[in-house]
């Protein structure tokens, strides 16, 4: 008795039914879609990865101007704000402007404060951006 590994492949190829058309028909726009969500999805979530390091940044560069002194508050807005003055690259959407807001300053982790004695605590919040869809695009598919 001899084993054929490769027998599968002979008799597919010999097979007539025509059943492998209707899969792959089927299954192409099945395949281009999940390639699509993969790569759009990849990138929105990179997106969302970008926007929280540059918010982490910003509040470690503004924190650590927090020390008391009177001008605490306004050393630590310029710092979280020419944090970002080099040409970021946190999206591939063109945005003019500031890359966060205002902060907020807090003298505990409830309670804000505008006193530049107690501030202890800032947060960071970047506004919105957005990424260029790519494989959509490649599809001549709506990219809204």
Do not use: C
């Not at 800032?122 to 506004?127: D, F, G, S, Y």
């Amino acid at each position: 008795m001899v084993i054929r590994p490769l027998g599968w492949l002979r008799r597919f190829r010999k097979d007539e039914r025509g059943q492998v058309l209707l899969y792959f028909t089927v299954m192409i726009p099945v395949l281009l879609g999940v390639i699509g969500l993969a790569l759009e999805g990849g990138s929105f979530l990179n997106l969302n990865s970008d926007l929280q390091e540059l918010a982490d940044a910003s509040a470690l560069a503004g924190a650590k101007e927090l020390d008391g002194a009177s001008d605490a508050l306004t050393r630590a807005t310029a710092a979280a704000t020419s944090l970002l003055n080099n040409d970021p690259k946190w999206s591939n959407v063109a945005h003019a402007g500031a890359h966060i807001t205002a902060p907020v300053y807090y003298s505990t982790l409830a309670t804000v404060s505008t006193n530049p004695k107690l501030a202890k605590y800032i947060r960071v919040t970047t506004v919105g951006r957005g990424v260029s869809t790519s494989f959509l695009r490649a599809v001549n598919a709506n990219t809204t």
